[in-house]
């Protein structure tokens, strides 16, 4: 393989993991949306060497992805991804003669190696956690009644019972005392709009 097809089949590599990572990230959040980053810079310098070389920079063919529905089979897809995109780089390296594109093979097998993949291995583990997805599934639905909380209060159809037991479940959430903060700044915030009037 050329050093231009060599930077063109890393390329397509990363295109591939970005658009999956926005579909993962838009779904989920964090890690993905820290991933997708990632790529976005790996990107950026596979394109360097690119234009560099005086080389066209081809637009990402990837942009329809589709993911599997749920978040560990999502997590068990990039991983298998990451230690592909791992193995792809060792044929990349390999003869490489530029030591510039070859320093950036390096390192975007390293980023693979010893950040993407740990970080998605910790993701599983706890995506596989009952408790933790149980928690998950909690600190969910109390946002969503924290957001009819707040419709109530402003409109003023909020009684001090449904205050009283709401309050009383996020005692017992581990993010109830986020919730907590923002509805205090809400109220707060509405007491002050209101002495302004």
């Given at each position: 393989?050329?050093?231009q097809?060599?930077?063109?089949?890393?390329?397509?590599?990363?295109?591939?993991?970005?658009?999956?990572?926005?579909?993962?990230?838009?779904?989920?959040?964090?890690?993905?949306?820290?991933?997708?980053?990632?790529?976005?810079?790996?990107?950026?310098a596979?394109?360097?060497?690119?234009?560099?070389?005086?080389?066209?920079?081809?637009?990402?063919?990837?942009?329809?992805?589709?993911l599997?529905?749920?978040?560990?089979?999502?997590?068990?897809?990039?991983?298998?991804?990451?230690?592909?995109?791992?193995?792809?780089?060792?044929?990349?390296?390999?003869?490489?003669?530029n030591?510039?594109?070859?320093?950036?093979?390096?390192?975007?097998?390293?980023?693979?190696?010893?950040?993407?993949?740990?970080?998605?291995?910790?993701?599983?583990?706890?995506?596989?956690?009952?408790?933790f997805?149980?928690?998950?599934?909690?600190?969910?639905a109390?946002?969503e009644?924290?957001?009819?909380?707040?419709a109530?209060?402003?409109?003023?159809?909020?009684?001090?019972?449904?205050?009283?037991?709401?309050?009383?479940?996020?005692?017992?959430?581990?993010?109830?005392?986020?919730?907590?903060?923002?509805?205090?700044?809400?109220?707060?915030?509405?007491?002050?709009?209101q002495?302004?009037?």
């Amino acid at each position: 393989m050329t050093t231009q097809e060599k930077l063109l089949t890393a390329l397509d590599d990363k295109y591939k993991a970005y658009s999956f990572y926005a579909v993962a990230s838009e779904n989920y959040g964090i890690p993905f949306s820290h991933l997708l980053e990632a790529e976005a810079n790996h990107i950026s310098a596979l394109s360097w060497h690119l234009q560099k070389l005086g080389w066209v920079i081809p637009t990402n063919p990837h942009q329809e992805m589709i993911l599997p529905e749920s978040l560990v089979e999502v997590l068990q897809m990039a991983i298998a991804n990451e230690r592909a995109s791992v193995a792809l780089y060792n044929m990349l390296i390999e003869g490489e003669q530029n030591p510039l594109v070859l320093d950036t093979f390096y390192r975007l097998q390293a980023a693979s190696f010893n950040d993407h993949i740990p970080t998605l291995l910790k993701s599983l583990e706890q995506g596989t956690n009952p408790n933790f997805l149980t928690q998950l599934n909690q600190g969910k639905a109390l946002l969503e009644e924290t957001g009819e909380m707040v419709a109530k209060l402003q409109n003023g159809e909020l009684t001090q019972g449904q205050l009283e037991s709401f309050l009383n479940k996020l005692n017992y959430s581990p993010i109830g005392g986020m919730i907590l903060r923002a509805l205090g700044a809400t109220i707060l915030n509405d007491f002050l709009n209101q002495n302004k009037e």
